[in-house]
């Protein structure tokens, strides 16, 4: 019983090995069923089977018997396997205009959702923009309200106005005694300068009487020396002459 188990498998294995077709022979394969109506692998297809009636039907009237029952018969047959053929190509072609519809409206909803899309990206991008502004805004809005927090915490204006008033007065008092001691330093150096000329014709003048002095006191001493040599001789004249 194991045996003919393995045996069926092994069989199946082989038929289905035999049977297995490739991605483009299967699209011929139900392309080919599509065209001929056929939906399964058993008894003919219905175009063949529309074939055979419709031949029998012309055979049946090329004969010249008297055969015109056998003719209508045939000929209803025909009718009615050609209705039975109608009927499926009805079907399909009700599909592939519904196909149609339903790909014509992918394709608009397509377009719709790329146009939405792209107005989404504009969108983000306009967002991005505004994003950027509203922090620029913000980031002066956070200055200005720092520059406000530290005017809050100056004096009031009018007590700033005081103590402008009072250092200008002050300035202007600084003012008053530079000038004041510029014009006391320029008259400090003019009679510095004329101290300096004094002293220097005084001390020309004590140099000048200095040496007059020396002068007179050498002419002196000269006068002095000259009397003594003169007395001196005077005496010894008056010794020769005892």
Do not use: W
């Amino acid at each position: 019983m194991l045996g003919k188990t393995r045996k069926v498998s092994a069989r199946g294995e082989a038929v289905a090995a035999n049977c297995a077709f490739g991605p483009a022979e299967d699209d011929v394969i139900i392309k080919h069923r599509l065209l001929t109506r056929t939906t399964t692998t058993r008894g003919d297809p219905p175009l063949k089977k529309l074939q055979k009636k419709f031949t029998s039907f012309v055979s049946e009237v090329d004969k010249d018997e008297d055969n015109y029952n056998d003719c209508e018969k045939l000929a209803r047959a025909f009718l009615q396997e050609m209705t039975t053929f109608e009927i499926p190509l009805l079907k399909s072609k009700a599909i592939v205009e519904a196909n149609v519809r339903e790909k014509e409206n992918f394709n608009e909803l397509k377009e719709e959702m790329n146009r939405q899309i792209l107005q989404a990206q504009a969108d983000i991008e306009d967002l991005k923009k505004q994003l950027e502004e509203s922090k620029v805004e913000r980031r002066h809005k956070e200055e200005c309200e720092a520059i406000r927090k530290l005017i809050a915490l100056q004096p009031p204006r009018s007590e700033t106005m005081k103590v402008i008033s009072e250092l200008e007065k002050e300035i202007a008092s600084l003012d008053a005694e530079n000038t004041a001691g510029a014009r006391l330093l320029e008259l400090r150096k003019k009679q510095f300068a004329l101290l300096l000329h004094v002293v220097d014709e005084l001390q020309n003048t004590i140099e000048e009487e200095q040496k007059s002095l020396v002068e007179e006191m050498r002419m002196a001493t000269e006068e002095l020396k000259n009397g003594l040599e003169d007395t001196s001789g005077a005496e010894a004249m008056a010794i020769d002459h005892s």
